[in-house]
């Protein structure tokens, strides 16, 4: 069985710095293509940044350049690092992993497993 468990949510200053971390077990993660979603409150939850079988990362418009997903096969983590955070960052973000992906990447239709999300709150 599959199991994601996010951490490293938290309230931050508009500018700062977070990291995410999902930790993985029950399947090896460097055959899964692993992605982090976000949703706010009352709207669909939205691709964020993924990574594929031989590490090619694609990210969404809003967050490129500012975020950054990689993984650490011997921890069986994933992790999401934000820089220069905004307050339309202010989200739950969820990790996600699927056995293989026929369509884009940032697509939650393509993930088969979900964890059960940590909260980002980005103010002034």
């Known amino acids: 069985q599959v199991r994601l468990v996010e951490s490293g949510g938290g309230s931050v200053q508009i500018g700062r710095s977070l990291t995410l971390s999902c930790e993985a077990s029950?399947?090896?993660?460097?055959?899964?293509?692993m992605a982090w979603f976000r949703q706010y409150s009352g709207k669909e939850r939205e691709g964020v940044a993924a990574?594929?079988?031989?590490?090619?990362?694609s990210y969404a418009t809003s967050v490129r350049g500012r975020f950054v997903i990689n993984r650490d096969n011997g921890k069986n983590k994933v992790y999401l690092m934000m820089d220069d955070l905004k307050p339309e960052d202010t989200a739950m973000y969820y990790c996600?992993?699927?056995?293989?992906?026929?369509?884009?990447?940032?697509?939650?239709?393509?993930?088969?497993?979900w964890g059960q999300g940590t909260q980002v709150t980005v103010s002034s």
């Open positions: 996600a992993a699927a056995a293989s992906i026929d369509g884009s990447k940032l697509d939650t239709s393509e993930y088969t497993y």
């Open positions: 990574i594929d079988t031989d590490d090619w990362e």
């Open positions: 029950g399947y090896a993660p460097t055959r899964y293509y």
